[in-house]
């Protein structure tokens, strides 16, 4: 631990400045060395100017200030990977057919998707991606190679909104720098859980693909469900009754606790990566942190000014995100409830009126890269974008895709896959890089300290800043 807080010091301390450096070519230089970019031209002239913007009109001095418009900028289109399509006639179009749900087993093995009329398909993902499946298993002695994984189909018998997979081992990723899952073996201990129509559950055993426990209690439709990332089984479910659930799966199903506390549609959940904390969004611009050592409310997060409908923790469990009608993703501090970074996607930024009301940008889904440094997100204008934690005025990449439900990073972070309404899922190449040394520190530091416990550290308060994501 003071090997990281060091290097950190060293990185930190040296500079004024620790935001990440411009990305531009030394053909933006001027002959001051500095750079004469659009961004850090702005930058600079924001920083020049000692008054502070009003609150109402967002003026700089004299100056009236918008994030700039994203064709500004010479971003790269995202490419896309793959694509999965449910099969039947293209120009079907009928209501049912809709991908609401997705998800990656966390050894990358399998990706399944509810591709509409009951049906959801469990596709052996890693060998898509890599046909020589098991090569990794060749040249070792006394060992069989794993046979390769087949697609499956597996008829719900009602309509679909949610799928999960989980594990009876344990991530162990809140205690390790590794920021991806631990690596189990397939075929064993993966389950499959759905979400139905009707607020039932029902989980599968992947392997064989039969049916392994009914989970009945939710009077309406399930939104989302979520398991453990510390190998618990803990199950949260989220649900139009405006409850969630937290069944134990060790335990024949039972349920453990409900959850009350919001007043309309639970929309979505998500766990910390030590599965403390257990973050729910939903209707009426709520969001609210439970603590899972009692089943106590933790505290509820308000910035929002519409529904809130999706959110997840980052990998070191020290951010949240939180995507909204109100066209807005926000990243918190889950221990303390500040406002860290806000990613808009209307230019210029619609009045509080507009946020609250139908303004054809409205996010349907977002997802945390495993790098904990790129947020994928999902709107109404038919834009899939790719942030970067440390830009929140422009996205990274972007790419058209219409009418999207539902988004999720692949375990290795190389790919974000997207559902859409006409029950196909499409797969983008992901931005990713070298992370810097300082960046690993910081995940690791945080993995086990939270914000509360940082600011007691005897280290430089800019240190401190920089492990809570604020600089």
């Given amino acids: 631990m003071e090997l990281y807080y060091e290097y950190i010091r060293n990185c930190v301390g040296s500079s004024s400045d620790v935001d990440m450096p411009c990305c531009n070519c030394e053909a933006h230089r001027n002959a001051r060395n500095s750079c004469a970019c659009l961004e850090c031209s702005m930058k600079t002239r924001r920083d020049l100017n000692q008054q502070s913007p009003c609150e109402n009109h967002d003026f700089i001095g004299d100056i ?32 049912g057919a809709e991908t609401w749900c997705s998800a990656f087993a966390p050894d990358n093995s399998y990706f399944a998707w509810s591709c509409g009329h009951r049906l959801v398909r469990l596709v052996p993902w890693k060998h898509k991606i890599n046909n ?40 162990k990723s809140h205690r390790t720098i ?14 499959l859980a759905t979400g139905l129509q009707s607020g039932r559950i029902k989980t599968w055993d992947v392997s064989s693909g039969g049916i392994l426990l009914y989970l009945i209690d939710h009077k309406e ?9 510390d ?22 199903g039972n349920m453990k606790k409900t959850l009350k506390g919001h007043n309309g549609w639970v929309f979505s959940c998500s766990w910390s990566p030590d599965a403390k904390i257990l973050a729910s969004v939903g209707q009426n611009k ?15 997060l308000t910035g929002h000014h519409n529904d809130v409908v999706a959110c997840d923790f980052s990998p070191d469990g020290a951010l949240l995100a939180t995507g909204s009608y109100d066209t807005r993703v926000i990243l918190w501090d889950p221990y303390t409830g500040q406002r860290i970074r806000t990613f808009g996607h209307m230019y210029p930024p619609p009045s509080f009126l507009m946020m609250g009301g139908a303004n054809d940008y409205w996010l349907r889904a977002l997802s945390f890269s495993h790098d904990g440094c ?20 422009v996205p990274v990449k972007k790419a058209q895709l219409v009418n999207a439900l539902c988004c999720n990073y692949s375990p290795d972070g190389c790919c974000l896959a997207t559902g ?42 800019k240190i401190k800043g920089y492990l809570k994501y604020e600089n």
Wanted: hydrophobic residues 35%; charged residues 25%; glycine residues 6%.
């Fill in 286 to 300: 709520t969001v609210i942190l439970w603590d899972m050592s009692d089943y106590s409310m933790m505290r509820k």
């Fill in 64 to 95: 009236q200030y918008f994030p700039p418009h994203e064709d500004y900028y010479n971003q790269a289109d995202a490419e896309i990977l793959y694509q999965l399509k449910p099969g039947g006639n293209p120009n079907d179009q009928k209501a």
């Fill in 374 to 393: 790129h947020v994928g997100t999902l709107c109404d204008d038919k834009y899939v974008r790719f942030w970067s934690i440390y830009n929140e005025e």
């Fill in 231 to 252: 190998g618990s089984m803990f199950l949260a479910s989220a649900s139009r009754d405006r409850t969630l659930k937290v069944w134990d799966l060790n335990d024949d």
């Fill in 178 to 191: 590794n920021i991806s899952f631990h690596r189990f073996n397939f075929g064993k201990d993966l389950i």
């Fill in 132 to 171: 020589n499946e098991i090569e990794e298993n060749e040249g070792r002695q006394g060992e069989h190679p794993l046979p390769t994984p087949k697609e499956k189909v597996i008829d719900c018998g009602e309509y679909v909104w949610a799928v999960a997979f989980g594990s009876s081992v344990s991530s």
């Fill in 420 to 461: 859409t309404r006409d029950g196909n899922v499409v797969f983008y190449m992901a931005p990713m890089r070298v992370q810097q040394l300082q960046h690993l520190c910081r995940l690791s530091v945080r993995r086990v300290l939270p914000s509360t416990k940082v600011d007691a550290l005897p280290i430089p308060q």
């Fill in 221 to 229: 439709v399930i939104r989302d469900l979520q398991f453990a990332p």
